[in-house]
C-alpha cells in the first residue's frame, strides 16, 4: 500500500499536492474548533468524587474566581492602608469587568450586630466576684506559644484596642463616654478586618473576579491587568504584595507552558532543518520533508478539533514530539530513495524501489507505534485517553502525508532539474546516508559484535536491579516553573503564616449538616482553621438560647443594681473587698497577658501600675461593662439574622450562586502539596469528612489514577506490539527477539532513573505507553533488513506481502568508501551466507535511517527543555533518553541476537 500510494503520488505530483491542500482545507476547519487548556486543572480525572466536587465548586462558588493578595509591611496599620488602596484602585471603573469583589475579611458591620449572638457565651454567674475570678483566670489559662498566628493576630488586635482605649479613659478620668467604649470593645471582640499573622507584618486581602479558571483566553490578560493594579495602587506605600491562589497559579501554568511550547516548535524546528540540510547536503532537504511534516501536524490539529475540540498541556506537548517522530518517516523515504539512484531512471522509477524496500518496514513501524499510543484510549483517566487519541492519529496522518507528499515533492524537484540540465544531486551526501559512517561502525561490530552483545545485556541487568530505587515525584508544584511568584508565595504563607493558600473544601447542603460537621472538624489535627457559614448564621434554636441567655443576664443585671449612675460594679460597691479582690487579681492578669503577647507592653502595664492603675482599672471595668450591657440590649432588639441579610461578601464566600450548598473551607497548618502533611490530613479526614476535595487531592488522584493507567496500558502497549509483529513476521523467534530491545530500554530507563535521582511524575510516567510505541520502530527495521537481506541472498521466495530490499547503486548515494567496506565484505565472525546477509552490511546499510530517526525524535523531545516549566523539562530528559536506549539495545543487542538467524522465518 505504501508502495502503491507513494508511486502514484511520485507520478503525478501536482493530484497529490492538491489532495493534500485539501485535505489541510479540512484540518483548519477543525483546527478552529481548537481551545487551548493549558492549566493542570484541565486535566484533572473527571470521573472521582475530589474533582466532581471541586468543579461543582469552581462552577457554582463565585470565591473559587479569587486571588489571594500576599501583603508585606512595617505593621498592622501600614498593611490595613494598603489594602485600603488596593480596593480603592481596584472598584475604578476601568476594571470593573474583571473584578466582582474585594473583601479584606469578614463583614465588620455584620459582626457588630450579630457577634453576641455566634457564639455561647459563659454569663451564668451572677456574683461579679465569681464573675471577675472566672474571667482572670480564661486569661491566665491563654498561652500565646499555643496559638496559631491568626489567633495571635487577633489578640494582639484586642489587647493594643482596649489598651489604647484604657490609656485614654485613663488619662481623661471620663467614665462618662459610652460610645467609645462600645465602639472599642465591639471592636475588640469582632477582630481586625484584615488577616494579618502575629506580628502584623504580614496580611491576605480577597479579590473575587469575573473570570474563573475555565475562561482559558480570558484568565491570562485578566490576571496580569489586576496585578498590574494592584501593584500601581500601592506605589510609595512602602507596602508590597504577591499575588497568588488557584487562578494566578493556573495563569502561570498557562503562560509558561504556552512559552516553553512555542520555544520548543521553533527549537526543534530549525535543529531540525539544520540537521536535514548538513546530512542530505540538499538545501532543499527541510522543504522536501519539513513541509509534509507541517501539513501532518495540522491535519492532526485539525483531527483533534474535531474529535476533541481541545488541546491540553500533554496533547500539546506532544504536537512538539511530532514534528520528531514523523520527520522519521520521511528520512526513510528520502534516504532510500538516495540509495535506489540509478542513472538517469526516472524519479517514479527510483521512487517505486525506495518504497518497494522499505514499504513494509515502515508500516509496520508506523502501525506498531500507532496502536501503541491508541492502548492509551483502554486508560482511566482522560488525560491519557486524550493523549492517545492525539498521539495515535497523529502518527499516522505523519505517515500519510509523508508518503503522499514527499514523492511529489521530490519529483517535481527531479523534473525542474532535469529541464535545467543540472543532475539531481551535486555533491554525494555526508554522515549516515553516505554510509561511511555506519560502515566503520558495522565493521567494528563485524569484528567484536559478540562482545558487544554481552556488554549490553550485562549492563542492562546492572541498571535494572536499580529500578526499584525509583520514586514517584507526588508534588504536582515540583513541577511548575522554578521561581514562580504565585509558587513560592505558598510556601512563604505557610512559613510566615502558618496559613496553607490551598485549603480543603466540603461541599455542604444544609446549614443543619454544616453546624454539626464544623466543631468535629476543628478537633482534628493539622487544621488550624475552619471556616464555613454556621459561625456567621447560627439556627434558629442557638438564636433563641442566646437571647434567653442575654435576657437573663440583663434582667439580673437590672435587679442588682440600686441606682444608674452610682460607683458601684453590679450591685455591691467598688468597696467590696471580695470585689477588690478580684480586680486586683484580674489586673494582674490582664497585664501579665500584655506582657507576654505585646512587643511593646510598657505603656499598658505602667498605666496599671500602682494603686492609681488599680482604681483606674476597676473604673474602666464598669465603663466597659456598662458598654457591654448596650451592647447587649441592641443585639436583642436586632431581628435575628438572615440568610437574606448577609453580606455580598459571605455570601460569595460561603454559597453557591443557586444558593442550594453551602462550603466549608478548612486551613491546614502545613502545606498539602507536601505529602507527608497531604497524608497524614487525609487519613485523619477519612471518617469524617471523606468528600473533602481541593485541587491537592484531585492531583494526587491524578498520580494515583496514572501510576494504574501507564503500567496497563503499558503492558496492553506490549501485547498489542506483539500481535502486530507476530502478524507480520509471522515468526515467534523474530517477533520476541524485536521485542526484547524496546523491553531492556524501558527497564534500564527506569534504572538511570533510579541512579540519577530522576523521580517518575505523571506527566512522563504516561509517556511509557508512547515510548513502547517509539522504541520498537529502531529494531523492527532491523528485523526487516535482516530477512530481507537472508531472503535476498538465499533467493528464497518471499512471504506474503513481502517486498525485496531496493539494490543499492553505487551513484551519488554510495561514496568510495562503502564499496569495498569491510562492514560490506563476511568476515570469518560474521560469515553468513552473502555480504549482503551478514549483519555488518544490514547495520551499515539500515543504520543510515534509524540513527538519522533517531536524531530527530530526541531533538523533538530534548526541544521540552528549554521550556521553564519543570514537568516539560523533566518529561524531555526522559523521553530522549528511553529512545537513545532504544537505538543502543537495537543495535548493540538485538543487533548480536540477529545474527544467530540464518533463516527469513
Known amino acids: 500500500?505504501?508502495?502503491?500510494?507513494?508511486?502514484?503520488?511520485?507520478?503525478?505530483?501536482?493530484?497529490?499536492?492538491?489532495?493534500?491542500?485539501?485535505?489541510?482545507?479540512?484540518?483548519?476547519?477543525?483546527?478552529?474548533?481548537?481551545?487551548?487548556?493549558?492549566?493542570?486543572?484541565?486535566?484533572?480525572?473527571?470521573?472521582?468524587?475530589?474533582?466532581?466536587?471541586?468543579?461543582?465548586?469552581?462552577?457554582?462558588?463565585?470565591?473559587?474566581?479569587?486571588?489571594?493578595?500576599?501583603?508585606?509591611?512595617?505593621?498592622?496599620?501600614?498593611?490595613?492602608?494598603?489594602?485600603?488602596?488596593?480596593?480603592?484602585?481596584?472598584?475604578?471603573?476601568?476594571?470593573?469587568?474583571?473584578?466582582?469583589?474585594?473583601?479584606?475579611?469578614?463583614?465588620?458591620?455584620?459582626?457588630?450586630?450579630?457577634?453576641?449572638?455566634?457564639e455561647d457565651f459563659d454569663?451564668?454567674?451572677?456574683?461579679?466576684?465569681?464573675?471577675?475570678?472566672?474571667?482572670?483566670?480564661?486569661?491566665?489559662?491563654?498561652?500565646?506559644?499555643?496559638?496559631?498566628?491568626?489567633?495571635?493576630?487577633?489578640?494582639?488586635?484586642?489587647?493594643?484596642?482596649?489598651?489604647?482605649?484604657?490609656?485614654?479613659?485613663?488619662?481623661?478620668?471620663?467614665?462618662?463616654?459610652?460610645?467609645q467604649r462600645l465602639s472599642a470593645l465591639q471592636n475588640a471582640l469582632t477582630g481586625p478586618e484584615l488577616i494579618t499573622n502575629a506580628q502584623g507584618t504580614r496580611g491576605i486581602m480577597t479579590i473575587v473576579t469575573t473570570v474563573g479558571v475555565n475562561d482559558f483566553f480570558?484568565?491570562?490578560?485578566?490576571?496580569?491587568?489586576?496585578?498590574?493594579?494592584?501593584?500601581?495602587?500601592?506605589?510609595?506605600?512602602?507596602?508590597?504584595?504577591?499575588?497568588?491562589?488557584?487562578?494566578?497559579?493556573?495563569?502561570?501554568?498557562?503562560?509558561?507552558?504556552?512559552?516553553?511550547?512555542?520555544?520548543?516548535?521553533?527549537?526543534?524546528?530549525?535543529?531540525?532543518?539544520?540537521?536535514?540540510?548538513?546530512?542530505?547536503?540538499?538545501?532543499?532537504?527541510?522543504?522536501?520533508?519539513?513541509?509534509?511534516?507541517?501539513?501532518?501536524?495540522?491535519?492532526?490539529?485539525?483531527?483533534?478539533?474535531?474529535?476533541?475540540?481541545?488541546?491540553?498541556?500533554?496533547?500539546?506537548?506532544?504536537?512538539?514530539?511530532?514534528?520528531?517522530?514523523?520527520?522519521?518517516?520521511?528520512?526513510?523515504?528520502l534516504t532510500a530513495y538516495l540509495q535506489a539512484e540509478n542513472g538517469n531512471a526516472p524519479s517514479r522509477e527510483k521512487m517505486a524501489r525506495a518504497l518497494k524496500g522499505i514499504g513494509r518496514g515502515l508500516l509496520t513501524g508506523g502501525l506498531t507505534t500507532a496502536a501503541a499510543f491508541f492502548c492509551?484510549?483502554?486508560?482511566?483517566?482522560?488525560?491519557?485517553?486524550?493523549?492517545?487519541?492525539?498521539?495515535?492519529?497523529?502518527?499516522?496522518?505523519?505517515?500519510?502525508?509523508?508518503?503522499?507528499?514527499?514523492?511529489?515533492?521530490?519529483?517535481?524537484?527531479?523534473?525542474?532539474?532535469?529541464?535545467?540540465?543540472?543532475?539531481?544531486?551535486?555533491?554525494?551526501?555526508?554522515?549516515?546516508?553516505?554510509?561511511?559512517?555506519?560502515?566503520?561502525?558495522?565493521?567494528?561490530?563485524?569484528?567484536?559484535?559478540?562482545?558487544?552483545?554481552?556488554?549490553?545485556?550485562l549492563l542492562a541487568i546492572l541498571l535494572v536491579t536499580q529500578a526499584p530505587g525509583l520514586k514517584?515525584?507526588?508534588?504536582?508544584?515540583?513541577?511548575?516553573?522554578?521561581?514562580?511568584?504565585?509558587?513560592e508565595l505558598q510556601h512563604t504563607m505557610v512559613r510566615e503564616m502558618g496559613l496553607a493558600p490551598d485549603p480543603l473544601y466540603i461541599l455542604s447542603d444544609s446549614l443543619e449538616e454544616t453546624a454539626a460537621l464544623v466543631p468535629r472538624l476543628r478537633e482534628i489535627p493539622g487544621i488550624q482553621e475552619v471556616d464555613s457559614l454556621a459561625a456567621f448564621l447560627p439556627s434558629p434554636d442557638d438564636i433563641t438560647r442566646r437571647k434567653q441567655a442575654l435576657s437573663r443576664y440583663l434582667a439580673g443585671q437590672n435587679q442588682s443594681t440600686p441606682e444608674p449612675g452610682s460607683a458601684q460594679f453590679a450591685g455591691p460597691g467598688l468597696q467590696d473587698p471580695a470585689i477588690l479582690v478580684q480586680i486586683q487579681a484580674l489586673k494582674e492578669a490582664v497585664t501579665a497577658l500584655f506582657s507576654r503577647v505585646l512587643d511593646a507592653p510598657q505603656p499598658y502595664t505602667a498605666a496599671l501600675s500602682g494603686s492609681q492603675g488599680t482604681q483606674d482599672f476597676a473604673a474602666y471595668i464598669l465603663s466597659l461593662e456598662k458598654a457591654l450591657t448596650q451592647w447587649m440590649q441592641e443585639t436583642l432588639d436586632e431581628p435575628a439574622p438572615t440568610l437574606e441579610q448577609l453580606p455580598g461578601s459571605m455570601k460569595d464566600l460561603y454559597l453557591s450562586r443557586e444558593g442550594g450548598e453551602n462550603l466549608i473551607t478548612l486551613y491546614p497548618t502545613g502545606n498539602l502539596w507536601?505529602?507527608?502533611?497531604?497524608?497524614?490530613?487525609?487519613?485523619?479526614?477519612?471518617?469524617?469528612?471523606?468528600?473533602?476535595?481541593?485541587?491537592?487531592?484531585?492531583?494526587?488522584?491524578?498520580?494515583?489514577?496514572?501510576?494504574?493507567?501507564?503500567?496497563?496500558?503499558?503492558l496492553l502497549a506490549l501485547g498489542v506490539i506483539f500481535l502486530v509483529l507476530l502478524l507480520d513476521f509471522r515468526n515467534l523467534p523474530y517477533t520476541l527477539a524485536t521485542m526484547m530491545p524496546l523491553v531492556l530500554s524501558v527497564a534500564s530507563l527506569f534504572g538511570i532513573m533510579a541512579l540519577t535521582g530522576l523521580r517518575i511524575d505523571f506527566m512522563n510516567f504516561i509517556a511509557i505507553p508512547l515510548l513502547i510505541g517509539i522504541g520498537i520502530d529502531d529494531a523492527v527495521h532491523l528485523s526487516h533488513a535482516r530477512r530481507q537481506s537472508l531472503q535476498q541472498s538465499q533467493s528464497l521466495p518471499l512471504t506474503p506481502g513481502e517486498d525485496r530490499p531496493a539494490e543499492v547503486h553505487h551513484g551519488a548515494a554510495d561514496s568510495p568508501a562503502t564499496q569495498d567496506s569491510p562492514a560490506t565484505q563476511d568476515s570469518p565472525a560474521t560469515q553468513d551466507s552473502g555480504s549482503r546477509a551478514s549483519m555488518a552490511g544490514v547495520l551499515s546499510r539500515v543504520g543510515k535511517a534509524i540513527v538519522m530517526t533517531t536524531l530527530t525524535t530526541v531533538i523533538g523531545f530534548l526541544s521540552f527543555i528549554p521550556s521553564p516549566m519543570r514537568g516539560m523539562q523533566g518529561t524531555g530528559i526522559v523521553l530522549s533518553l528511553a529512545v537513545t536506549l532504544a537505538l543502543f539495545y537495537s543495535v548493540c543487542f538485538h543487533g548480536g541476537i540477529l545474527k544467530r538467524f540464518h533463516k527469513p522465518y
Open 123 to 179: 454569663l451564668a454567674a451572677s456574683d461579679p466576684s465569681q464573675s471577675l475570678a472566672q474571667l482572670a483566670r480564661e486569661l491566665g489559662r491563654i498561652n500565646p506559644d499555643e496559638l496559631s498566628q491568626t489567633e495571635t493576630a487577633r489578640l494582639r488586635h484586642s489587647l493594643t484596642t482596649l489598651g489604647n482605649d484604657f490609656l485614654a479613659f485613663s488619662g481623661t478620668g471620663d467614665g462618662a463616654d459610652d460610645a
Open 674 to 714: 507536601e505529602a507527608q502533611a497531604r497524608r497524614d490530613l487525609i487519613d485523619a479526614l477519612e471518617p469524617l469528612a471523606p468528600q473533602a476535595t481541593s485541587m491537592v487531592l484531585a492531583s494526587d488522584q491524578l498520580n494515583s489514577m496514572v501510576s494504574r493507567d501507564g503500567l496497563q496500558v503499558s
Open 376 to 457: 492509551l484510549l483502554a486508560a482511566e483517566s482522560q488525560m491519557a485517553v486524550e493523549l492517545g487519541v492525539v498521539a495515535g492519529g497523529g502518527i499516522i496522518l505523519e505517515l500519510a502525508a509523508m508518503v503522499l507528499v514527499v514523492p511529489a515533492l521530490t519529483s517535481l524537484r527531479a523534473g525542474r532539474l532535469a529541464k535545467k540540465g543540472k543532475p539531481e544531486f551535486s555533491l554525494p551526501p555526508v554522515g549516515f546516508v553516505s554510509g561511511s559512517q555506519p560502515g566503520r561502525i558495522a565493521s567494528f561490530f563485524a569484528a567484536y559484535g559478540g562482545r558487544i552483545t554481552l556488554t549490553s545485556g
Open 218 to 333: 480570558e484568565l491570562a490578560p485578566a490576571v496580569t491587568r489586576i496585578e498590574e493594579a494592584v501593584h500601581g495602587a500601592l506605589e510609595g506605600s512602602g507596602v508590597t504584595a504577591g499575588l497568588t491562589g488557584f487562578l494566578v497559579v493556573a495563569k502561570d501554568e498557562a503562560v509558561t507552558s504556552e512559552r516553553g511550547l512555542a520555544l520548543g516548535f521553533v527549537v526543534a524546528l530549525g535543529l531540525i532543518a539544520g540537521l536535514m540540510i548538513l546530512n542530505f547536503r540538499m538545501p532543499q532537504a527541510p522543504i522536501l520533508l519539513g513541509l509534509p511534516l507541517l501539513l501532518g501536524i495540522l491535519w492532526t490539529v485539525g483531527y483533534t478539533g474535531f474529535i476533541l475540540g481541545r488541546l491540553n498541556i500533554l496533547t500539546a506537548m506532544y504536537l512538539i514530539a511530532l514534528m520528531g517522530l514523523g520527520i522519521d518517516f520521511g528520512i526513510h523515504i
Open 472 to 487: 514517584m515525584e507526588d508534588n504536582i508544584m515540583n513541577l511548575e516553573a522554578k521561581g514562580l511568584e504565585s509558587i
Open 1 to 118: 500500500m505504501i508502495q502503491r500510494i507513494g508511486t502514484w503520488s511520485a507520478t503525478h505530483p501536482r493530484r497529490a499536492l492538491i489532495l493534500a491542500l485539501g485535505i489541510s482545507l479540512i484540518a483548519a476547519l477543525g483546527s478552529l474548533m481548537l481551545t487551548l487548556e493549558m492549566n493542570f486543572y484541565s486535566i484533572m480525572p473527571q470521573n472521582t468524587p475530589a474533582t466532581r466536587d471541586l468543579q461543582t465548586i469552581v462552577e457554582e462558588f463565585p470565591s473559587s474566581d479569587s486571588i489571594l493578595v500576599y501583603l508585606q509591611g512595617p505593621d498592622s496599620q501600614s498593611l490595613a492602608a494598603g489594602a485600603e488602596r488596593i480596593s480603592r484602585r481596584l472598584s475604578q471603573g476601568d476594571l470593573t469587568d474583571l473584578v466582582h469583589r474585594v473583601i479584606l475579611g469578614a463583614d465588620q458591620e455584620y459582626l457588630r450586630r450579630y457577634a453576641l449572638l455566634l
